[in-house]
């Protein structure tokens, strides 16, 4: 078997587990309330997969202000929960777990992505179609809400992305 095909299974394989390059991300549009410091960029959510009763979104937030801010909890238009996880390095196994509170520093930059943050989502209340808008609320402990869009993606569009991006990343 030629390389090629192998990095094909092996880009397949990361993408069925959600692990798929931030790269995909390059053509999203910026969502920032004026009132807010947080600016929420490259939100995505991954369309529920056959008999799967959860998904994944990703997202770039970042803090332009002074102080700390404290990411409570996210909903999305048309799910039933959303909860924010991270990965872990333990004992050599990757492990994922739900977090609570989330802090985004000042003037830092925190992305949602594979291996790292991410969003879990569940309970869809119809099924979500590809290309479909759904409103992302986030909440902050000091009580500042953010609003943004998140569009529907496919798991065979973010191959295809991938794949794209590689062989963009080899050419250089």
């Known amino acids: 078997m030629t390389l090629k095909p192998l990095l094909t299974i092996f880009t397949a ?11 995909l991300f390059a053509h999203a549009e910026h969502q920032h309330d004026p009132a807010s410091n947080i600016v929420v960029s490259h939100a995505q959510v991954r ?30 238009e048309g799910l039933g929960r959303v909860e924010v996880h991270e990965h872990q390095h333990v004992n050599g196994m990757m492990k994922m777990q ?3 509170m989330l802090e985004i520093k000042a003037h830092q930059q ?8 991410h969003l879990m989502v569940f309970e869809p ?7 479909q808008e ?12 953010v609003f943004t869009q998140a569009t529907v ?17 080899t050419h250089h």
């Open 13 to 23: 394989a990361f993408l069925a587990v959600g692990l798929y390059s931030p790269v």
């Open 47 to 76: 369309g529920f997969l056959p008999g799967s009763q959860s998904s994944v979104g990703y997202l770039t937030l970042v803090n332009h202000g002074d102080a700390a801010v404290t990411l409570t909890k996210a909903s999305l």
């Open 125 to 131: 209340k119809e099924p979500l179609k590809i290309g």
């Open 153 to 169: 993606v496919s798991l065979e569009s973010q191959v295809e992305q991938v794949s794209q991006s590689q062989q963009h990343h």
């Open 134 to 145: 759904l409103k992302l609320t986030l909440y902050f402990s000091n009580g500042d809400r």
């Open 98 to 100: 739900k977090v609570d």
């Open 110 to 117: 925190l992305d949602f992505k594979p291996g790292s943050y």
